[in-house]
């Protein structure tokens, strides 16, 4: 039943937006005829009847017109091309428009400014009314603004011209020239007449001026001084939004952030960060990684890869040093004119995230560094976000609320923001609440969800005497709805306004010229050299070569250790052989002694007893001599004879052979 219901709705919507665009095909039909019909008349010297309606004229950035009409004077009105083959003027009376007397006094009103203002254009009523200038005042751009539009309706001549005239008086510009279609501020504008038959419509009084210009460009690519940030200051945050990761991923990021911070690494580059997580998924580094608790090792190798696919795209060349200071975007020429910065971006298409998410850097790094300035006459750098689209594609939660927390506080610090983008529902609800000032081109109702875009449009408007839906869709290129806040703060009334031409020239500068423009900037010595200085690969290779080397240091001396412990093993081995067979030799000496001495104690009891034996038996020989005679007693013994004997020799220096 919903899906039937949504199907009804759907085709109810288309239904709408093709009998809004039948209408318009009819409307546009009978302005024609009546063209015709003027023509004709002139033709045959009848009266004439009004010409065409609003929205013929078109901007210097429209194309050619068709061969059979010329561009309207600001007085006669439009030539045709008659039937004889000559032009008649027709005479500059045009339909009533939508807006009555009383409501086109209240817009002339509701755009006068007493100070300082931009000229946006001419209020349009049927036809261009020069002297009714829709104006904002020069005080309100930090209240930042909306310049949106279909592609093709004259955005970037707009927002040219608004960087034109608030260089002029004295306020610096940032803009990111996406299509490279922005250059042409630098030089002088070249008149022609359907340039100057526009201008003079519109009360413009037109003269080519060029603008004070600096050129910039991402990391070098493209012809610019470089524009570099390091990962640390870029953030975790930003940095999470270019890598598409999610909620939990983003969080982890964080922690390794913090981790880096807190351990001494300095993240300059993609390579520092990809270093970081290598250590910290390695078994190096698996301790730290456990300290960090909610980040795991699966994660870090998701936000690893990333990092590596991320870097394969070129886009680590954004990422260095040395870093621009964005103070750089706040300076003015010696003439007090404010500086145009120019940011060229040819690869957008290519890496849309990481040229949208630079520029929300460059904007957060504007609002840490400025100091609060309150309410000013005028702004300090006005800021304009083109294909504003891309930063919000896929964003997170976080990175949104702090997108809007930077909207809504940089006011105070003097910066005004305007956001380019195709339709206003491409910015969040909480961002397009902070605009103070639009500025809508054409929007195209071709599909239902155009239609509804539309639908929620116009119901952002004030109330107006316009059919905002059916306008919004038939303005002519270089056209547009305006309203915008007032000296007060109070919104203008709305105003479908034919815009002014820029005063630069709506050509790209020639290569050539751009160089030699960018080879003479004073910027160019401190930011055209990147280097590289000593970061977290660098301090984590050293760590890890330390390591390397302490963990050898530690090895040898195990080793030796280890060494000098078999050896003493060995030593205290061989000496407990030697003792044991010391011992063995000692035990050997100390049984062949007591056996040596048993067996000469047995032999000296031998002797005695022998000696004992003769003894008796010479004792029994010589009975009681022996007592009686001492000396014959020793003699008769043998020790004795042997004394005797050798008396005997040493008298008779001979001895009887005893027989």
Do not use: C
């Amino acid at each position: 039943m919903t899906d039937a219901v949504e199907r009804a709705r759907a085709a109810a919507a288309a239904a709408q937006a093709a009998a809004e665009e039948a209408r318009r095909l009819a409307d546009e039909a009978a302005r024609r005829a009546e063209e015709l019909a003027a023509a004709l008349e002139r033709a045959t010297g009848t009266a004439p009847t009004p010409s065409a309606a609003p929205g013929v004229t078109a901007p210097p950035d429209a194309g050619p017109v068709p061969d059979a009409t010329t561009e309207p004077d600001a007085t006669t009105g439009p030539d045709v091309t008659t039937a004889g083959g000559g032009t008649a003027s027709v005479p500059d009376t045009e339909p009533p428009g939508p807006l009555g007397p009383d409501a086109v006094e209240a817009i002339r009103a509701g755009y006068a400014v007493e100070g300082t203002a931009l000229e946006f254009g001419a209020l349009v009523n049927g036809s261009a009314l020069p002297d009714v200038q829709v104006r904002i005042p020069l005080g309100m751009l930090n209240r930042h603004g909306l310049v949106a539009g279909a592609t093709g309706t004259g955005k970037t001549r707009t927002l040219q011209l608004l960087a034109e005239q608030i260089a002029a008086n004295g306020v610096p510009v940032f803009a990111a020239d996406v299509k490279g279609d922005l250059s042409g501020l630098a030089e002088a504008g070249q008149p022609n007449a359907k340039l100057l038959a526009r201008t003079e419509a519109i009360g413009q009084r037109w003269q080519g001026i060029a603008s004070a210009t600096e050129f910039y460009s991402l990391g070098g690519q493209g012809t610019g001084v470089p524009i570099r940030a390091t990962v640390s200051g870029f953030g975790p945050l930003l940095l999470s939004k270019v890598l598409g990761l999610n909620a939990t991923q983003e969080s982890s990021l964080g922690l390794v952030f913090h981790h880096a911070e807190r351990a001494g690494l300095p993240l300059v580059d993609l390579s520092d960060l990809r270093a970081v997580l290598t250590y910290l998924v390695s078994d190096q580094g698996k301790a730290e990684l456990a300290e960090l608790g909610g980040l795991s090792k699966q994660t870090a190798g998701v936000i690893l890869r990333e990092l590596v696919t991320f870097a394969d795209k070129g886009a680590d060349r954004f990422f260095g040093e040395p870093e621009i200071d964005t103070q750089e975007f706040l300076r003015t020429a010696p003439d007090g004119r404010g500086i145009v910065s120019l940011l060229e971006v040819p690869g957008v298409q290519d890496q849309p995230e990481v040229f949208s998410t630079f520029l929300m850097w460059l904007l957060a790094d504007l609002f840490n560094e400025l100091p609060e300035v309150g309410d000013t006459d005028a702004p300090k750098l006005v800021f304009f976000f083109d294909e504003a689209h891309l930063l919000f594609s896929g964003s997170s939660k976080d990175f949104r609320e702090q997108i809007v927390r930077t909207v809504r506080l940089i006011r105070s610090k003097g910066v005004g923001i305007v956001f380019v983008t195709q339709t206003p529902k491409d910015l969040p609800d909480d961002v397009l609440a902070q605009l103070g000032s639009r500025v809508q081109h054409q929007l195209r109702a071709h599909t239902p969800d155009d239609a509804k875009a539309l639908r929620a449009t116009v119901s952002t408007y004030p109330t107006s005497d316009y059919d905002l839906g059916e306008v919004l869709t038939s303005l002519a290129t270089g056209e547009a709805i305006v309203t915008v806040m007032n000296e007060d703060g109070a919104p203008t009334p709305v105003a479908w306004t034919r815009l002014r031409a820029p005063q630069g020239s709506m050509d790209a500068l020639p290569s050539g010229v751009l160089e030699a423009r960018v080879t003479s900037s004073p910027l160019l010595a401190r930011y055209g050299t990147a280097v590289d200085p000593e970061s977290a690969r660098e301090v984590l290779a050293a760590r890890m070569e330390s390591a390397a080397a302490e963990e050898a240091a530690a090895q040898a001396q195990a080793d030796a250790e280890q060494e000098a412990a078999r050896a003493a093993a060995a030593a205290a081995k061989e000496a407990a052989a030697r003792a044991a067979r010391d011992e063995r030799d000692r035990k050997a000496a100390q049984a062949e002694y007591e056996r040596t001495q048993r067996e000469f104690e047995r032999a000296e009891r031998a002797a005695a007893r022998r000696r004992s034996r003769t003894t008796s038996t010479r004792s029994s020989r010589s009975g009681g001599r022996a007592a009686d005679d001492p000396l014959g007693g020793l003699l008769g013994n043998g020790l004795g004879q042997t004394i005797a004997e050798e008396v005997v020799r040493g008298i008779f220096s001979t001895l009887r052979r005893r027989r």
